[in-house]
């Protein structure tokens, strides 16, 4: 049986069809993606802006502690490229009796990520060097069409080799004020939190003796207070697996060892009023923290110590000469 809408449905399909094509910088379908679109990396200005802080199940020689913290500095690649517009999901508004389909634009991405320097306590010889290949992530940013639920138009879809897949969800902020970087703590929930503890000696030494001068793992978002404040237009995008049906799954052998259960991420696209030469106009900068779960709680509560992995960069957006240029990561 057909109904009087019919007809203004097929027409809305007709004149909306799906589409794949290469990503262009400045698609208003991509609404707050359209400057993604392109290569972004770590340029000679900005070498050496990733670093990352992790905890890993470690037995020590010592017998003390069971885990071994791990920083690296690291130089980065994420290419934007493909989009496909206009992905229709398809719904009913069952007590109106009327299709309420929805309409999705998405953006692939490849992430590739090399340290150039890393050290861990304690030690493990496992830590590597330079020039060492650490993540690879193919992905998709997604810009979600009406109906939407709660404010929620943006998601984000990451597949990574060790066994993870996550669905991130989010909202989206504009401004013209510079970066606003909160603060957070990379010490594990469910220990005592007190530096002078013995069992936090690791994240202890690297907050008195900053890696390479530089780097606090239990300030890991300081770095990021760098970023240039001559901004015109600052586009925020937040994404969480803790927001409604979002989460993160993982082959048995993570949720057994080191279970990767939360992911929470913030990019910022920060358009500058840079010339471009010498200075860039252009960055893309993030923060990430993924809360990998092992070992019993400390504190008398039910549960495993959740254990922060975060993740910091600066990126500079790319001319197709200049990416060409740039080494690629060593896979």
Do not use: C
């Amino acid at each position: 049986m057909s109904h009087p809408g019919d007809a203004r449905y097929a027409d809305m399909y007709r004149a909306n069809s799906r589409v794949v094509e290469l990503a262009t910088e400045d698609d208003e379908e991509l609404g707050p993606f359209k400057k993604l679109p392109g290569k972004w990396g770590n340029t000679e200005r900005l070498k050496g802006r990733g670093w990352n802080m992790i905890a890993l199940p470690f037995v020590a020689q010592s017998g003390v502690l069971d885990y071994r913290l791990l920083v690296n500095r690291f130089d980065e690649e994420i290419t934007f490229s493909l989009v496909d517009k206009r992905v229709p999901n398809r719904g009913v508004d069952r007590p109106d009796r009327a299709n309420t389909d929805q309409l999705v634009v998405t953006l692939d991405y490849e992430q590739m990520i090399a340290q150039s320097d890393a050290d861990d306590m304690p030690s493990s010889g496992l830590a590597g060097g330079g020039d060492l290949a650490i993540h690879h992530e193919p992905g998709l940013f997604l810009n979600m069409g009406e109906p939407r639920t709660n404010g929620i138009s943006i998601a984000r879809l990451a597949s990574v080799p060790h066994g993870d897949s996550a669905l991130g969800l989010g909202r989206v902020f504009e401004t013209d004020r510079p970066a606003f970087i909160d603060d957070i703590s990379g010490l594990p929930i469910g220990v005592n939190q007190d530096l002078d503890s013995p069992y936090l000696a690791p994240y202890r030494h690297y907050h008195d003796n900053p890696f390479l001068g530089l780097f606090d793992p239990v300030r890991p978002n300081q770095l990021l207070n760098a970023l240039p404040q001559n901004v015109v237009k600052n586009t925020v995008l937040q994404f969480d697996t803790k927001l409604a049906e979002a989460g993160i799954h993982n082959i048995p052998f993570i949720e057994r060892q080191a279970d990767a259960s939360e992911m929470t991420s913030t990019f910022w696209i920060l358009e500058l009023d840079g010339d471009g030469v010498d200075e860039p106009n252009l960055l893309l900068a993030y923060t990430q923290t993924v809360m990998l779960e092992f070992f019993d709680r400390r504190d008398g509560v039910e549960g495993l110590i959740k254990w922060p992995h975060v993740s910091i960069n600066v990126m500079e957006k790319l001319p197709d000469a200049e990416y060409d240029a740039v080494p690629r990561m060593p896979v």
